[in-house]
């Protein structure tokens, strides 16, 4: 059984910074790229980043460049978001998922996602 447990979401001032965290198990972790999504009210789930199995390449969305970093640690099966130099519209639920290879399919795994909040 998949599970995708978010953590590290919080309320920091604009500028500031955090580190996301997902722990992931009920399947070969190291096996798939892995990805990071977000939420915000009234809109749609929209990809933030990603990274391939082996943490060789990772993609990013335009609104993120320079300011996150994906990470994984394939010996805790873990994935990491450092997001750094926050703005308001970072502000959203932030959510980790298995990718295929292609770095675009998913396969509908959710966890309960991490609420971040960036606002003074």
């Known amino acids: 059984q998949v599970q995708l447990v978010e953590s590290g979401g919080g309320l920091v001032q604009p500028g500031g910074s955090l580190r996301l965290s997902c722990a992931a198990s009920?399947?070969?972790?190291?096996?798939?790229?892995m990805s990071w999504y977000r939420q915000a009210p009234g809109k749609e789930r929209e990809l933030v980043a990603a990274?391939?199995?082996?943490?060789?390449?990772?993609n990013y969305a335009d609104s993120v460049k320079g300011r996150f970093t994906i990470s994984r640690d394939n010996a805790k099966n873990t994935v990491y978001l450092q997001m750094n130099s926050l703005k308001p519209e970072d502000t959203a639920v932030y959510y980790c998922?298995?990718?295929?290879?292609?770095?675009?399919?998913?396969?509908?795994?959710w966890g309960q996602g991490t609420q971040v909040t960036v606002s003074s």
């Open positions: 009920g399947f070969t972790v190291s096996s798939y790229a």
């Open positions: 990274i391939t199995s082996a943490g060789g390449s990772t």
């Open positions: 998922t298995p990718m295929g290879p292609d770095m675009t399919t998913i396969y509908g795994y």
